[in-house]
């Protein structure tokens, strides 16, 4: 969607807000999947309420960006624009054991800005690709740690009510890539605390998860990560992989050779491709083994 109103461009050009205008979403993506609108880049946190009203006033529909690491778009000219935040700099500040990081900063970063002050812990979200404020909103894990566990409060921006507000401990709920966050929340800045440890000590733990994703998983293919969440006391993966799926596609939309709930994009794959390919390994697990596998990745294909 393209925001030709004047008034609109006005306002928005006023308030700061960076318009990539027509952009591809597709290489806003780790899937490079993906169609055009306008990106809409908010640098100061405080023009977001004004912002939103706007698009309102005006009927434009939007969407938040993350990192674009979870998500499968739609082709073509999408109905939405896209909001994404830029992190000011620097975005991770500590003091003691706590941390407070910007929604827009880079997970990867993060831990290793921790790492350096000897603040460890999350040594195995190091490869987890994305923004803070997407893992928060995901509950992103892996190798036995959760971003969750972390979290002592949120600041959001919860946009249904026109209202900021701080969330903390038990206010939220963090379970298995699931959070209590309503969908149109948006996350702003987190508070974690963190235990203390050594810097080489974190430094050897990065390394091991680090061998540990090479190994298993296809770092260099565009992907979103895995497609599926486990099924209680199961592997997604090892079932997809046990059907002799591995490099089945549809289009250019892949199984991984590498890990079978990566579905990778092997060259020009269309959504409908992505959305073929889950439906069809959907259904043949479904028939192998009577179990519906639950996406894990976010589509906006409507
Ligand atoms: N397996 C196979 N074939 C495959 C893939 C896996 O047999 O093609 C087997 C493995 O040998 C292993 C089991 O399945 O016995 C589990 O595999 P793995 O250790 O790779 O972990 P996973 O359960 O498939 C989860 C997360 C990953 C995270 C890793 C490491 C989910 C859906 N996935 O994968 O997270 O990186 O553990 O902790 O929970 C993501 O969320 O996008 C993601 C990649």
Known sequence: MRIESPRALAAIAEMGVERLAGASLAEL??????????????RRHHSLPALIQLLRAEGIEHRFLGGGTNVLIADGELPWVALQLVS????????????????????????????????????????????VGGALRMN?????????????EVDVYRAAAGVNETLRDGQ????????????ADIMLRARLELPEKPYAEILAGI??????????????????????????????????DGL?????????????????NFFVNA????????????????????????????????????
């Not at 993506?29 to 908010?42: C, F, K, M, N, W």
């Not at 992103?140 to 002592?152: D, L, P, S």
């Not at 939220?172 to 969908?183: C, D, G, K, L, V």
């Not at 591995?246 to 890990?259: L, P, T």
């Open 88 to 131: 000011p700099q620097p975005d991770v500040l500590i003091e003691g054991r706590s941390v407070w990081v910007d929604a827009a900063a880079d997970l990867g970063r993060m831990v290793t800005t921790c790492a350096k002050k000897n603040l460890g812990g999350m040594e195995g979200l190091i490869g987890v690709p994305g923004t």
């Open 207 to 240: 390394r091991v998860c680090n061998e540990k994703r090479r190994a298993s998983q296809p770092l260099n293919q565009k992907s979103a990560g895995c497609i599926f969440k486990n099924p209680p006391g199961g592997s997604a993966g090892r079932m997809i």
């Open 267 to 302: 060259g020009r794959a269309t959504c409908a491709d992505m959305l073929g390919l889950i439906a069809e390994v959907r259904a043949r697990v479904h028939a192998a083994h009577g179990c519906e596998l639950e996406g894990e990745v976010i589509v906006w294909n409507a």
């Open 172 to 183: 939220i709920s963090f379970e298995y890539r699931h959070t209590s966050f309503a969908p």
């Open 29 to 42: 993506t780790s899937l490079g999947i993906g169609g055009a609108t306008d990106v809409l880049r908010v």
């Open 140 to 152: 992103a894990g892996a190798y036995g740690t959760e971003i969750g566990k972390f979290v002592r």
């Open 244 to 260: 002799g799926l591995k490099g089945f596609r549809v289009g250019d939309a892949m199984v991984s050779e590498r890990h079978a």
